[in-house]
């Protein structure tokens, strides 16, 4: 069973440009979140998509917008990038609505590195 | 505001002794736990997930929780120098994950 693929796993963008990743979930999985992950921050949640709509935000500039299409692959935009957007990037997949407890667990892809010069 | 707390570390312990990481959490009505480990540059991996009241072993690595409490715990026996890495703590609650910070380990040969 493939798991979860992002893609690309590196970028390098100039500031003001924009970019997009993409995270393809595991089979059958309909939940995909996004965390974006500095040193010093930790894990900062982004957004979490279900069916083609997102049901939660966190707390991020409009700059950073995603979506999610019929087949459950989801794609992030960062628009007018900034030098403090340089970050991993992180996918994760949950199979959705949980029928029992291990149901809700969580699978992350490899990540995109992406660094802001 | 849900909230996962862990302290941060670094915790440090010889190799073959037992690590101890410990989380609280805030939202009661939490049902699902789990613990994921992070290597340096790698992205977090599930090791551990537990539901209900008490320990659950896998291997090396033990999970208790206590709900009363609001505390999760995750005990490595025999701990090896491949565990060093964070070990980063979550609660599910409805469809969002909450993340503790992450206690960073080393085991030291």
């Known amino acids: 069973k493939a798991g979860v693929t992002q893609t690309p796993r590196y970028l390098i963008k100039t500031r003001g440009q924009q970019v997009t990743l993409s995270c393809s979930p595991i089979?059958?999985?309909?939940?995909v979140s996004w965390y974006q992950q500095t040193p010093g921050q930790g894990l900062q949640f982004l957004f979490e998509?279900?069916?083609?709509?997102?049901?939660n935000k966190g707390n991020f500039p409009g700059r950073f917008s995603g979506r999610q299409f019929s087949n459950s692959r989801s794609e992030m935009n960062v628009s007018t990038l900034e030098l403090g957007d340089s970050a991993l990037y992180l996918c994760?997949?949950?199979?959705?609505?949980?029928?029992?407890?291990?149901?809700?667990?969580?699978?992350f892809g490899q990540g995109t590195r992406l660094t802001v010069v | 505001q849900k909230e996962v707390e862990q302290n941060s570390g670094p915790l440090s312990v010889p190799e073959g002794a037992i690590a101890s990481l410990n989380c609280t959490y805030s939202?009661?009505?939490?049902?699902?736990f789990f613990w994921y480990r992070q290597y340096s540059g790698k992205s977090p991996e599930l090791i551990m997930s537990?539901?209900?009241?008490g320990d659950k072993e896998d291997g090396r690595f033990t999970a208790q929780l206590n709900k009363a409490s609001q505390y999760v715990s995750l005990l490595i026996r025999d701990s090896q120098p491949s565990d060093s890495a964070t070990y980063l703590c979550?609660?599910?609650?409805?469809?969002?994950?909450?993340f503790g910070t992450g206690t960073s380990l080393t085991v030291i040969p």
């Open positions: 979550a609660v599910n609650g409805g469809n969002q994950f909450y």
């Open positions: 998509y279900f069916s083609e709509t997102q049901r």
């Open positions: 939202d009661r009505g939490s049902q699902s």
């Open positions: 994760a997949s949950s199979l959705w609505p949980p029928m029992g407890g291990a149901d809700t667990e969580a699978f």
């Open positions: 089979s059958g999985h309909r939940s």
């Open positions: 537990i539901y209900s009241n």
